[in-house]
């Protein structure tokens, strides 16, 4: 039987647990507005995109079945960028539409994952977008798809080239370690710098 003191441990595990995770979110939080705050300085001024307000794309689940409990707290997100004047903003929520010279800047935050020894992100550009299916009318509507994808997506990187019935695309991209991310110069140097300098040649 547990104890009292076995119970009142218990608990503060599951409390620590929690607050733990939320402030892991809001580190996250605090280093993708500061990624938005140096990419809108560029000389691109580029713009988060907002598919559905201003938030990050995840997978997530309330599912019962033990498959879809592992998606209760959200493991893995996403955010994306483009050029200010490719894309619109209407009621909260960005329209940029998928041309031949769509250019976008994506960043995949990986915190947990099987056999994955520290949190990383993911970042890099991606190309060559074509869309398959009448009900993508931008490019947000491919972000949360993305999300399902994402182990097939990012099997090969540096390099991405993947086509499915809904989409084409091509990507180049690099990692690093979240943990070695402790400033804002280091953001800038490891991250800001090198995902412009891709975009700029795309190798």
């Avoid at 547990?2 to 939080?29: G, M, P, R, V």
């Avoid at 201003?54 to 955010?79: C, D, H, I």
């Avoid at 800001?192 to 891709?198: A, G, K, R, T, V």
């Amino acid at each position: 039987m547990k104890t009292d003191s076995n119970k009142t441990e218990i608990l503060s595990q599951i409390k620590n647990a929690f607050e733990f995770i939320q402030k892991l979110y809001y580190e996250c939080s605090y280093l993708i507005k500061e990624i938005e705050g140096q990419l809108a300085e560029t000389e691109y001024h580029f713009q988060i995109l907002r598919p559905s307000g201003y938030s990050v794309s995840a997978r997530s689940s309330t599912g019962l079945e033990q498959n879809n409990v592992y998606f209760w707290m959200p493991r893995k997100f996403s955010v994306a960028f483009v050029e200010e004047e490719l894309t619109e903003v209407t009621k909260g929520q960005n329209f940029t539409e998928i041309t031949d010279n769509l250019k976008v800047l994506y960043f995949k935050f990986i915190l947990d994952e099987k056999n994955l020894e520290e949190p990383e992100l993911i970042f890099g550009v991606l190309y060559d977008i074509e869309k398959y299916k009448d009900w993508v009318k931008k490019f947000e509507n491919l972000m949360g798809t993305f999300e399902y994808i994402d182990n097939k997506l990012f099997l090969n990187l540096p390099k991405i080239e993947y086509t499915d019935s809904t989409v084409k695309l091509k990507g180049v991209f690099k990692k690093v370690k979240l943990i070695d991310i402790n400033s804002s110069l280091e953001l800038q140097n490891k991250v800001i710098q090198p995902i412009i300098d891709l975009y700029n040649n795309k190798e």
